[in-house]
């Protein structure tokens, strides 16, 4: 095989198509006029505008964004540091602690779901008034996140030669003018890529959402998961367009700033 | 080579190790002390809420269902050999089948995914630099979007209604009714154009390393290009073939959307035989075996990634 | 914005504004007229600076292990005001540890350190007296050229006009005014070494601290810039404490080097010193070429030794360093290849007969490999030009060895 033969670009091709094939359904069907079926019966923009007066989703989608920026911003405080600690300090089982930080990378999710459920509801058991809800769906989140924004920020400042922050200390900054003039600028573009992973990640779940969810707190994916349960309408189309254009423009400014970070070292 | 009796007179300045971090010098502990500082606190939310409920899941795995669904905390290993197929009526091949069935669909992704993600990988490390970040960022956004989505638009294009049985219909490919959706097919489809990010990412790390002029010298002493590519190029890309296997592997085998929404009945992985524990039949206690069984599998499949990968750099995930 | 940094430099602070002013309108050419006013005020023979220690940097039996391995095994040795002074050695020898803990980026296991007389271990790096310029250069990614180089004078909070004034000076003194807004990752190797050392000199420190500075740079641009270095070191008066692992670049630029090796100091003085009188075989094989042989103690008379050795045997000259060595029955004898002569010598040299083996001519000067009974010496004639030698291999040929320039030496 050759990097540049047009076999590999035929067959490179083939594979983007097959790809993009599963979205572009979801998309064109948004603009079918059908009301049943898979026929396509002429373009329309009805099924957008009656987003508007769908109800549930509106909820759902406020529930997802709530919960994907609650849940982010805490998850990137904490994965942050950790990143940052870990990265420049050694401390005694740090190897144990980094194979931690893997587990919940690698678990499968439906194995973490039922693991959560069990947990919130030994939990219940023992505090009054504790529901499922959006609070056990932030932590349940909050938890698959640390690691993806620790690991982001980790490799990071792995790029970054410890050196530079001992050039700073030479050149007079104390452990604190250090960290905020040289340590932080550095470490920043990973927290924001990281924050971004986290918070697609946290957009696109479904599976955990799905078994910490509580009465009221349905979320796009669940929602989404209910109507392919039911039997799709065509405004959950729509819907989906929208988030596959949300999801997509994360994706391309995380490139976008990689990219940028890349020319910049 | 000088009395160590003749610097008496120097001060024992330090008996204890300091060390200096960043220029500033620190006492023993220190370090350690603002290390927990850092790290204590995202550690600790990791373990409690993820290493602790995991117990549980452990814990409950040898507990007993009660008549109504309850849990009864009476210590018993029935529900892994369930798992292993010892039914209330002999031996019953369901719970190993699916055990095996999702190693298998684990395996059978890997590897479609190898073989589709090759071109793909090669094709980009051929591309100019500002084309690499296009073609890779396109690589990437199916994986950044919802898989309930993507999953339920193969539903859609594979179902005997659906574009594409349509248009084999009229080319006139037979095609039974339900012959893609739902079963194998749709699932097998869906799993590869799902876990291929996993696959290309890291294989194309390796391809853009690869030292081609062995290849060429390869074919210079005579060496078909078959044979060139065999013996100069895929050794060197072996390690991201391994990455990418492992990454693809260990999710895939957890999976419980892709069978659930496309699989139908005849498809259960893992995943939906937790699910259903957990769900409809109540049974929480052998759900957790399963579950502790899913966690078996992917730490056998992590552990055959870092002895595999060892000393090498980690590839970096997406 | 700024937070203030606790007495930051405090015992410093003082004479380094004298010596900033005292060179002010010399040394940086776009200096206000007041400031300039007050430099008659403050000349470098103001009482304060002349009750400062003669001494930039002592160490006192400084010792650090790494695991095993000493890195530095009770090194001590005092580096001078206003000197050009040169750690040399090979790789693992101790010297970059040694830069590390004068800048306060390591500490040593025991021994003292000094910096300008005061007590430097206690200090933080960002409290000494010291800048330093890494191997790496550590140049700030996110920072243009001149942030970098303003980085320092920031930390101090000093007044922004005062900032952009001395970096400014210092770009100009440095040559890289037109690199002001670029970004390391933009510059070249040799464009890089500038920047990261106008970021150290912008600070006007006690004594700057020199990590192979030239090491990653090509073979012209390393001869241009030693130049470059030592010119400015003369120019500033600043101390620097240079590390390197080329010879040929501590002997030229240096005014006092410190060979190291295995965590120790083999030997401290002038290059001329070092190359004259090596008092070890490593420095004398490790600066220049050199022929050592073993030798037998027989008699001395006076200051001249009588030894045995595979060559024969030799006459030795003794500086007044040597004297008790040569009481020892086992020596350790080393000359120079350029100081035996092929072409007579003069009176009084020792005379050996021996015979040619090998001639390479190169320009300037001719290589031969002569054998003397067994031994062999590796002999280098200058190409004058006054007189053709005309040796070839096989040719018999009197060695003239003169018993001034043969050296004993330890170990």
Redo the contacts between chains.
């Keep these: 095989m050759s990097r540049r033969s047009p076999l590999t670009a035929l067959g490179a091709l083939l594979v983007f198509v097959f790809l993009y094939a599963p979205i572009a359904v979801v998309i064109v069907y948004s603009f079918n006029a059908a009301r049943y079926g898979t026929e396509w019966q002429g373009f329309t923009v009805d099924w957008y505008l009656r987003l508007i007066d769908n109800d549930a989703a509106i909820a759902a989608a406020i529930n997802t964004i709530e919960l994907a920026c609650t849940s982010t911003f805490f998850s990137v405080l904490l994965g942050s540091v950790l990143g940052y600690g870990m990265s420049r300090y050694e401390f005694p089982f740090k190897r144990i602690f980094h194979h931690v930080l893997h587990v919940p990378v690698f678990i499968p999710d439906i194995v973490m779901a039922v693991a959560l459920l069990l947990f919130f509801s030994v939990l219940r058991k023992w505090l009054a008034g504790f529901e499922l809800g959006m609070i056990t769906m932030t932590l349940a989140h909050i938890t698959f996140q640390i690691p993806f924004v620790a690991i982001v920020v980790r490799a990071r400042m792995a790029d970054c030669d410890p050196q530079l922050e001992e050039a700073a200390a030479d050149l007079g900054a104390g452990p604190w003018l250090t960290f905020r003039h040289v340590t932080l600028p550095l470490m920043l573009p990973g927290a924001v890529a990281g924050g971004l992973l986290a918070f697609t990640l946290s957009l696109d779940d479904f599976v955990v959402s799905f078994f910490t969810s509580g009465a009221g707190s349905t979320t796009l994916p669940i929602l989404i998961y209910s109507s392919v349960k039911r039997g799709i309408t065509p405004d959950i189309n729509a819907l989906a367009t929208l988030i596959v254009l949300v999801s997509a423009l994360t994706v391309v400014t995380v490139a976008w700033m990689r990219g940028r970070t890349e020319v910049k070292n | 080579m000088a009395d160590p009796t003749s610097h008496t007179s120097l001060k024992r300045r330090r008996r204890i190790r300091r060390t200096v971090h960043f220029g500033e010098p620190m006492p023993p502990g220190a370090h350690t002390f603002r290390a927990a500082w850092l790290c204590g606190p995202a550690l600790a939310w990791v373990t409690v809420f993820l290493l602790v409920p995991l117990a549980f899941v452990i814990a409950l795995s040898f507990a007993q269902r009660g008549d109504a669904g309850e849990v009864v905390w009476r210590f018993t290993l029935e529900n892994y050999s369930r798992l292993f197929g010892n039914g209330a009526l002999g031996f019953d091949p369901v719970q190993p089948l699916i055990l095996a069935r999702s190693i298998g669909v684990g395996f059978a992704t890997a590897l479609l995914c190898l073989l589709v993600g090759m071109p793909v990988a090669f094709f980009i490390a051929g591309l100019t630099r500002r084309w690499k970040t296009v073609a890779l960022t396109l690589v990437i956004i199916p994986f950044g979007t919802n898989l309930l989505i993507r999953t339920y638009g193969w539903q859609t294009l594979l179902s005997p209604e659906g574009w594409l049985a349509q248009n084999l219909a009229s080319a006139g490919v037979p095609l039974a009714d339900y012959a893609l959706y739902p079963g194998w097919p749709a699932v097998m489809l869906a799993m590869v154009c799902d876990y291929l990010p996993f696959m290309i990412l890291p294989l194309y790390a390796s391809v853009e390393k690869v030292d081609w002029s062995l290849s060429e010298a390869a074919e210079d002493l005579g060496a078909a290009p078959l044979r060139a590519f065999w013996h100069a190029v895929l050794p060197q890309i072996r390690p991201g073939m391994i990455a990418g296997c492992v990454l693809v592997f260990l999710p895939a085998t957890g999976q419980f959307v892709i069978p659930d929404l496309l699989g139908g009945a005849k498809v259960a992985l893992l995943g939906n035989a937790v699910q259903q524990q957990f769900g409809g039949s109540r049974d929480w206690p052998f759900g957790s075996a399963i579950a502790v069984a899913a966690l078996l599998v992917m730490l056998a499949g992590l552990w055959l990634h870092t002895s595999v990968t060892k000393g090498r750099r980690e590839v970096a995930l997406p | 914005m ?2 203030p ?1 606790k007495g ?2 405090s015992p410093f602070l003082n004479s380094q504004r004298v010596r900033l002013l005292a060179r002010w309108p010399h040394d940086f050419a776009s200096s206000s007229p007041a400031v300039s006013a007050t430099k008659s005020a403050l000349q470098p023979s103001d009482p304060k600076l002349a009750a400062h220690s003669a001494l930039a940097v002592e160490c ?2 400084l010792t650090r292990r790494f695991g095993k391995i000493d890195a530095l095994a ?1 090194v001590s040795l005092n580096v001078r005001r206003g000197e050009f002074f040169t750690l040399l050695g090979p790789s693992g020898c101790g010297k970059t540890t040694l830069l590390r803990i004068i ?5 040593p ?4 350190l000094r910096i300008g007389g005061v007590e430097a ?2 200090l ?3 409290r000494r007296p ?3 310029v ?1 191997q ?1 250069y ?5 920072l243009s050229v001149s942030e970098n180089i303003a ?2 004078l ?3 909070r000093l007044d922004s006009h005062h900032i952009v004034r001395r970096t400014t000076s210092v770009m100009e003194l440095t040559q890289i005014m037109p690199l002001a807004g670029r ?1 390391p ?1 933009e510059l070249s190797g040799g464009q890089k070494q500038r920047v990261a050392l106008a ?2 000199i912008v ?1 006007e420190p006690e004594v700057l601290l020199l990590d192979e500075p030239l090491g990653a740079l090509d073979l012209k641009l390393r001869k241009e810039l030693q130049l470059e270095l030592q010119h400015l070191q003369k120019r500033l008066g600043i101390t620097f404490i240079h590390v390197t692992h080329d010879q040929d670049e501590a002997m030229s630029m240096s005014d006092r080097i410190a060979v190291m090796s295995a965590g ?1 100091v083999e030997q401290l003085g002038t290059p001329e010193e070092l190359y004259e009188q090596p008092k070890t075989r490593f420095v004398a094989q490790f600066i220049g070429a050199c022929n050592l042989f073993d030798g037998k103690f027989v008699s001395h008379t006076g200051n001249t030794v009588e030894t045995e050795t595979p060559l024969g045997l030799l006459r030795v000259e003794l500086s007044a360093a040597g004297i008790d060595l040569a009481e020892q029955g086992q020596l350790s004898l080393g000359i120079r290849p350029e100081r035996i002569s092929l072409t007579g010598g003069e009176a009084g040299d020792n005379r050996l007969l021996g015979r040619v083996e090998e001639v390479i001519f190169n320009g300037a000067e001719t290589h031969y490999r002569v054998t003397v009974d067994k031994a062999e010496l590796r002999v280098t004639e200058l190409n004058s030009g006054r007189r053709a030698i005309g040796l070839f291999p096989g040719d018999s040929v009197e060695v003239s060895v003169p018993p001034r320039n043969i050296f004993l030496l330890e170990g």
Excluded: E, K, Y
């Excluded at chain 3, 800048?103 to 500490?107: E, F, M, W, Y």
């Excluded at chain 3, 550590?138 to 996110?142: G, I």
């Design positions: 700024w937070l940094i930051a430099r006192q039996h009770g800048a306060g980026l390591d500490l296991d025991s021994g003292g271990l206690p933080p790096a960002w010291v800048n330093t890494f790496s550590a140049l700030f990614p996110h980085f320092g920031r930390m101090q970004h990752n970021r150290a600070n120790r």
